[in-house]
């Protein structure tokens, strides 16, 4: 009683004395309680010799206490000379009469495959004995492995049964699990509200991987209302504690400016942080930071560097940049198929991104036999993601028919998604169509605002449309001034990228703005 303080004041001294007597008579949960006490220095000074001692004597009475205990000293190497054969033995006597602690422990050895070979259904074993005494990190453990199907077939409803019951009791790692349950409707309904909730209670209580689940939510705008400040307050939070996916996440805040003042030096200082760690998504930013010069010097070596460390260690945008690397020649010879292997790994993961160089690849090419109808199934995977590049490449491709039957209808389409997404040259091409009535009837008035907006993102066919519109008085009044005006601005923009790029200065007008800039319609 005095060991805890149940009923009384705790007091580490009086506590030892009564274990003392106890271990005199040779009881043996009073030597386990007496070799704790020696183990963690509470009441006496710390000293593992006499704990393992102790232990021993508890231990050879077949005390589940001294038996796990003896364990713990064996597997960590406290007081004696590490062994893990022994740490095992221990582990399972006390297992085998039913102490959870133990069983937890056997389940965690068998799950992770330390000190004993790796055997997921031996870990759900030990787990299950564990949990159904109310163990909650067995709970968790065991609702983890039926997340992921590992020793038992993949339930989720059985996996939020579980995290449940050690939510029910208090843990915060209860909580987290049930959070993300809820976020990702996995097991029951979505609901961010529910998994806002959840987080909230863990992250209050200051578990750093709920502090940066609760700032995403906040980030993302799930069951709360978007709110950058706050989602950089719980992200901070988290960072500070060593979490890694919070520190990569706070510099992503950093670097586009939400929730603080945009600081390429601070988003620079947490990435680092991260990837120390190993964080994958933290080490493919480096290499983005470093090809941008954001916060650094450009150094397209250093990129390279950090995006092949992430590509290695599995991150899909990581491996699509270091395939954009090889593919352009930046910081390492072109490669083209590298780039496609690379381009390969991370499409396969479902990088949108990468899909979209993939298709890219086929398209030209490059690193295999060109292939249009492979190009577009890439293309088409992007698109469906999402992505405005692949949908602005689709709609051009059947627009002219590149790869597909011709269809204006499905390229009114496609430009249209990547407009709605404020895609420059979706709006672009989206006006290019109403322009000529190509999918859709032609619509002066709506040819102008969807180039005005393309033009205000400085996209150079957008002013050419726009010059046209006002040679020809279409959709606005006839002005020469004003369509010279623009003329000249996307022959600005045009050269400006030309010289930003390193390429020769070369002028190539699109066809079909050819076509309109003769007057055809």
């Known amino acids: 009683m005095y060991a805890w303080g149940h009923g009384v004041g705790r007091d580490d001294d009086h506590a030892v004395r009564w274990f003392r007597r106890a271990a005199e008579q040779n009881c043996a949960r009073g030597e386990a309680s007496l070799g704790v006490a020696y183990f963690h220095g509470r009441g ?4 593992y010799a006499e704990a393992i001692r102790l232990f021993k004597k508890s231990a050879a009475q077949n005390d589940i206490l001294g038996q796990y205990n003896l364990g713990l000293m064996y597997d960590n190497g406290y007081g004696v000379v590490r062994d893990t054969i022994e740490a095992v033995r221990w582990y399972r006597k006390a297992a085998d009469q039913g102490f959870a602690v133990a069983q937890f422990s056997l389940g965690w050895m068998y799950k992770t495959g330390e000190i004993v070979q790796q055997d997921y259904h031996e870990a759900v074993h030990w787990f299950r004995k ?119 996440k706070l510099g992503w805040m950093y670097t586009n400016g939400r929730g603080v003042s945009r600081d390429d030096e601070q988003a620079m200082h947490w990435f680092v942080k991260a990837a120390e760690q190993g964080n994958a998504t933290a080490e493919g930013n480096l290499g983005w ?17 950090w995006y092949q460390k992430s590509a290695e260690h599995g991150d899909a945008a990581g491996q699509r940049g270091l395939g954009w690397m090889y593919a352009n020649g930046r910081g390492v010879s072109r490669n083209d198929t590298k780039a496609l292997t690379w381009y390969q790994k991370a499409a396969d993961q479902g990088d949108s991104g990468a899909q979209y160089f993939l298709g890219g690849m086929y398209a030209q090419g490059r690193g295999m036999p060109q292939n249009d109808t492979e190009a577009m199934n ?27 039957i011709q269809n204006d209808e499905e390229a009114v389409r496609w430009y249209r998604r990547a407009s709605e997404q404020g895609n420059a040259a979706g709006q672009c091409g989206l006006a290019w169509m109403y322009m000529r009535g190509q999918g859709v009837a032609r619509n002066d008035n709506e040819a102008v605002r969807l180039s005005k907006m393309a033009a205000d993102q400085g996209n150079s066919d957008a002013y050419l449309n726009l010059g046209w519109m ?52």
């Open 44 to 47: 006496v000074l710390r000293d």
């Open 130 to 248: 564990a949990a159904e005494q109310g163990n909650t990190g067995a709970q968790n453990n065991l609702g983890s492995m039926y997340v992921d199907g590992r020793g038992v077939t993949q339930d989720y409803k059985e996996a939020m049964r579980w995290f449940t019951k050690a939510a029910d009791k208090g843990d915060i790692g209860g909580f987290i699990n049930v959070g993300t349950m809820y976020r990702d409707g996995n097991g029951v309904e979505r609901d961010d509200w529910e998994a806002v909730h959840w987080y909230s209670l863990a992250a209050h209580q200051g578990l750093a991987v709920a502090q940066d689940a609760l700032g995403w939510m906040y980030e993302q705008g799930r069951g709360v209302p978007q709110n950058y400040a706050e989602a950089t307050k719980w992200y901070r939070k988290a960072a500070e504690q060593g979490n890694a996916d919070g520190q990569n």
């Open 289 to 305: 930071m470093y090809l941008e010069g954001r916060g650094v010097p450009p150094d397209d070596s250093k990129a390279f560097t």
């Open 378 to 404: 890439w293309y088409r995977k992007a698109a469906d993601q999402g992505d405005a590049d692949a949908e602005v490449t689709l709609a051009f491709r059947y627009a002219v028919g590149q790869g597909v």
């Open 470 to 521: 006002h040679e020809m008085g279409r959709g606005v009044p006839k002005d020469k001034t004003e369509a010279t005006r623009c003329y000249k601005k996307a022959a600005e923009i045009y050269l400006e990228q030309l010289l930003q790029q390193g390429k020769p200065i070369e002028i190539i007008v699109p066809e079909h703005v050819t076509s309109l800039l003769n007057g055809s319609e």
